[in-house]
C-alpha cells in the first residue's frame, strides 16, 4: 500500500492505470471466453440398439430420477418450466442429453453445451423408456442412427483393441458420411441462408433477443447437427427431412464439417471467431484508447515542479 | 538551439534556478527568445517556460535511449521476422494458414515495436531534453482593408472596359453560348447512370402460380413437406430456371424476391394477422397464409440486410444488422429497431398437386429505404 500511496500522485500513474484497466479487460476477456476445447460425448451406435440391449425398466429410473421433476412423471410437463415432452420425439431427448444441456441444473436458463451427464447406456435405456411410454403416437422425429455421432473416447473402453476397434469403425462410418456428401456447395448455401443468420458464417453462434443465443457448433457432431435441424431445440425452428431432405442435410453436414476444419485465423490475439463487426468493434475501441493515450502523453502539459 | 542550451545550462549548473522562481536571464538561450519569453500570452506561466535541469536531461536522454535501442531491436526483429518463415516449403512454409499467421503477427508486431520505440523516444526527448517555451509570432488581420478591396474592384471593372468585354456585346455572347454546352454536359452524361427504375423496384417475379424453390436447391417445396415441423423455417425463392443466370435466376431478382416461409400453430396467430393486406383491400393477412404457413421477405425494411433470425418460440425475426425485431405471427409488425414498416407479405396457397405457389406478388415492394421515403 506504501508503494501505491507513494507513487499515486507519479505523472506517469495516470497512464499505468489506463495500460492496467485496458490489459485487464484484454485477459479477462480471454478467460471469460468460451473455449472450444470441451469434452466431447462419445457414442457409437450406427443402428438403433436393438431391444435386447436396452432396459426400460432401468431407462424408467432414469426418467423418474433426472427428468420427472421438471417434465412430470408422465413427461407431459410442469409449472417448473418443463416443456410438455410427449410431441418432441427421441432425436430432441438424444439431443439435449448427449449435448449435456439436459439434466438441466437451471430450468429457467439456457443451458450450454456441457459433457454428457448420463452414459450412453442410460441415453439408450432412457430413449427406449421414453418411445415405449411416453411418446404420443409417434409423434417428433426419431434419432438419425444412420448419421455418425461423436468419436468413441478411450475412458469408455476398457481394453486398447476394443477402442481401436471401434475407432476405426467409426473413423470409416465418418469417412464415407462426409465424402458421401457431393455437392458441398449447395450445403453451403443451405447454411448461409438458413443457419448462417444466428449460428454466425464461422459456425461461432451468436446472440438473439431477450438473453438467448443461438450457441457455436464446432464441436457439434454430424447427428447432433441433424438432431438439432429435425427437433428444433430451444428457439431454433425445425427443419424436418421434407423441408430440407437427408441427403441435403449430408451436404448442409459436411460443409459444417469444412467449417469446422477451417484453420482459425486469429493467430495469438484471436477473438474466437466472434465475426468481423465484433472484431472491427473491438480493434477499433482497444486501438483508439491506445492512440488517445499516446496523444495525451504526447501533448500534455508539463508542470515546472515534476 | 537545444545544444546551444545544454552548453550554457553545463556551465550554469552552480546556481540552479530554484523551481517556482522567475527564469533566470542567464537561462535564455538568445535575446530573440527571451523577447517572446517575456511577452508571451499562451498557455504557460511565466515560471513554467524552463529548460530542465541536467539531471533530468540525463535522465530523459538515458530514457529516450533505452526507447531507441528497443526500436533498434524491433526493426532488426522485423527483418530476422521476414527471412524466418520462407515461401519455399522446407522449413516452416508461410504457405501454410497457420504459419503464415505466426509470420503476420511478429512481422506486425516487430514493426509495431520499433515505430512505437522510435515515437516514444522522441517524446520523451522532447519533454525531458528539450527546453520548454512558447513562441507567438503575431498575425495581421485576416480581411483586407476596404481600401484595398475598393481599389481591387475598380481595377477590375478598368480591366473589364480595356478589354472590350462590355463593350463588344457579340464576343462577350458567343463567348457565353460557347460555355454554354460544356455547363450542361455534366448533367447530360448522368444518363450513363442507366435507365430509369421504372416499375421495377415495385415488382418482383412472384405472380400467381409461380412454385417455389428451396433456396440453394432446385427442389420444389410442398405444403405437405413441412408437415412434421410445427415450427419451421426455410428460405426460397421463385421456381425460374432462366439458362442466363448459374443459378436460374438473376441476383437482382433473387435480392428482391427472397422470402420466408415461416410454419407455426394456427393457434399462435395473433390480431394483426386480421388486418387487410394493404389499404383498402378485403383480403386479411390471415387469406393470404396456408395451413399455418406464412411467406414474409426476407430483405429487412431498414437497409435490407437479410433478416431471419427466426425464434419459434417467440416468432420473432430478427435482423442481424441493427436489430430490428419483426413479429412474424403478427403480421412481421416492427417489434423493436430501426425499421418503419412491416416485413411484406406474400401470398400462398397450393396447385392441384400440392405443391406451395405464389398467388400474386408482394402486398408492399420488398426492401429498404428508398420505400421508407415515399412513406413519411
Redesign the interface.
Known amino acids: 500500500m506504501k508503494w501505491i500511496t507513494a507513487r499515486r500522485r507519479h505523472p506517469l500513474a495516470g497512464y499505468v492505470v489506463v495500460i492496467l484497466a485496458l490489459a485487464l479487460f484484454g485477459v479477462g476477456y480471454a478467460g471469460l471466453a468460451p473455449t472450444s476445447d470441451q469434452a466431447q460425448a462419445q457414442t457409437l451406435a450406427a443402428e438403433a440398439p436393438s431391444a435386447d440391449d436396452v432396459d426400460i425398466a432401468q431407462g424408467k429410473t432414469i426418467f423418474d430420477q433426472t427428468c420427472a421433476s421438471c417434465h412430470g412423471l408422465d413427461g407431459s410437463g410442469s409449472d417448473l418450466n418443463g416443456p410438455d415432452l410427449r410431441e418432441v420425439g427421441p432425436a430432441a431427448l438424444d439431443f439435449q442429453v448427449s449435448t449435456g444441456r439436459m439434466p438441466s441444473m437451471d430450468p429457467d436458463s439456457q443451458m450450454p453445451r456441457k459433457p454428457m451427464a448420463v452414459s450412453e447406456q442410460d441415453l439408450a435405456d432412457l430413449i427406449a423408456y421414453y418411445n415405449a411410454q411416453i411418446r404420443t403416437n409417434g409423434a417428433g422425429a426419431d434419432v438419425p442412427y444412420e448419421v455418425p455421432d461423436a468419436a468413441p473416447q478411450r475412458a469408455d473402453f476398457d481394453q486398447e483393441e476394443a477402442y481401436e476397434e471401434a475407432l476405426s469403425e467409426y473413423e470409416a462410418e465418418y469417412d464415407a458420411y462426409i465424402e458421401g456428401a457431393s455437392n458441398t456447395d449447395m450445403g453451403m448455401k443451405l447454411y448461409l441462408t438458413n443457419c448462417a443468420h444466428c449460428h454466425s458464417w464461422s459456425g461461432g453462434g451468436g446472440a438473439l433477443t431477450d438473453g438467448r443465443w443461438a450457441p457455436e457448433i464446432h464441436d457439434s457432431s454430424p447427428r447432433e447437427i441433424y438432431e438439432a435441424m429435425v427437433s428444433g431445440p430451444g428457439a431454433m425452428p425445425m427443419f424436418s427431412d421434407g423441408v430440407v431432405t437427408p441427403e441435403e442435410k449430408q451436404e448442409l453436414i459436411s460443409y459444417v464439417k469444412t467449417l469446422q476444419a477451417e484453420p482459425n485465423a486469429g493467430g495469438i490475439f484471436d477473438l474466437d471467431r466472434v465475426g468481423q463487426v465484433a472484431e472491427g468493434f473491438i480493434g477499433w475501441t482497444v486501438g483508439l484508447s491506445l492512440i488517445i493515450a499516446c496523444a495525451i502523453w504526447i501533448t500534455a502539459k508539463q508542470r515546472a515542479h515534476d | 538551439m537545444t545544444e546551444n542550451n545544454n552548453d550554457n545550462n553545463t556551465g550554469d549548473d552552480a546556481k540552479e534556478r530554484v ?2 522562481t522567475p527564469t533566470d536571464t542567464t537561462d535564455v538561450v538568445t535575446e530573440t527568445s527571451a523577447k517572446a519569453e517575456s511577452e508571451h500570452n499562451g ?3 511565466a ?2 517556460t ?1 529548460q530542465h535541469s541536467e539531471e533530468k536531461q540525463v535522465r530523459g536522454e538515458k530514457l529516450a535511449s533505452v526507447w531507441f535501442i528497443i526500436a533498434f531491436l524491433g526493426g532488426v526483429g522485423f527483418i530476422v521476422s521476414y527471412f524466418l518463415f520462407p515461401p519455399t516449403a522446407a522449413g516452416p512454409a508461410i504457405a501454410d ?2 504459419i503464415g ?2 509470420s ?2 511478429l512481422l506486425g508486431g516487430t514493426l509495431t515495436i520499433a515505430m512505437f520505440g522510435i ?1 516514444a523516444g522522441m ?1 520523451v526527448w ?2 525531458n531534453v528539450m527546453p ?1 517555451y512558447e513562441v507567438a509570432s503575431p498575425y495581421e488581420d485576416l480581411p483586407s482593408s476596404p481600401e484595398e478591396k475598393g481599389s481591387f474592384s475598380e481595377f477590375f471593372m478598368k480591366s473589364a472596359d480595356e478589354s472590350g468585354f462590355t463593350k463588344r456585346p457579340l464576343m462577350r455572347r458567343t463567348l457565353i453560348a460557347a460555355m454554354l454546352p460544356l455547363g450542361i454536359a455534366p448533367i447530360v452524361l448522368l444518363r450513363d447512370t442507366g435507365p430509369l427504375p421504372g416499375e421495377q423496384m415495385k415488382v418482383t417475379p412472384w405472380v400467381d402460380g409461380m412454385h417455389m424453390y ?4 432446385h ?1 420444389k ?2 405444403a ?12 426460397a425463392l421463385p421456381a425460374l430456371d432462366d439458362d442466363r443466370y448459374p443459378h436460374g435466376i438473376s441476383l437482382t431478382d433473387q435480392a428482391k424476391s ?1 422470402i420466408l416461409l ?1 410454419k407455426m400453430p394456427e393457434d399462435d396467430w395473433k390480431g394483426g394477422m386480421n388486418d387487410a393486406v394493404r389499404e383498402g383491400s378485403d383480403e386479411t393477412r390471415l387469406n393470404w397464409t396456408h395451413e399455418g404457413i406464412v411467406a414474409y421477405s426476407k430483405i429487412c425494411t431498414h437497409v435490407g440486410c ?1 433478416a ?7 416468432h ?1 425475426i ?1 435482423c ?1 444488422c441493427h436489430q430490428s ?1 419483426f413479429d412474424a405471427s403478427d403480421g412481421a409488425k416492427v417489434v ?1 429497431g430501426p425499421a418503419h414498416r412491416p416485413l411484406p407479405q406474400l401470398p400462398i396457397g397450393v396447385d392441384d398437386e400440392g405443391f406451395l405457389i405464389a398467388k400474386g406478388d408482394f402486398n408492399e415492394p420488398t426492401g429498404p429505404t428508398f420505400w421508407e421515403y415515399r412513406k413519411d
Open positions: 523551481v517556482g498557455p504557460y506561466l515560471s513554467e524552463h494458414p497457420q499467421q505466426y503476420n503477427v515515437g517524446t522532447a519533454r520548454h428451396v433456396e440453394g436447391t427442389r417445396i410442398r405437405e413437406d413441412l408437415e412434421n415441423d410445427p415450427y419451421g423455417m426455410i428460405s427472397v415461416i437479410p431471419a433470425l427466426y425464434e419459434r418460440t417467440t420473432r430478427l442481424p425485431t423493436f
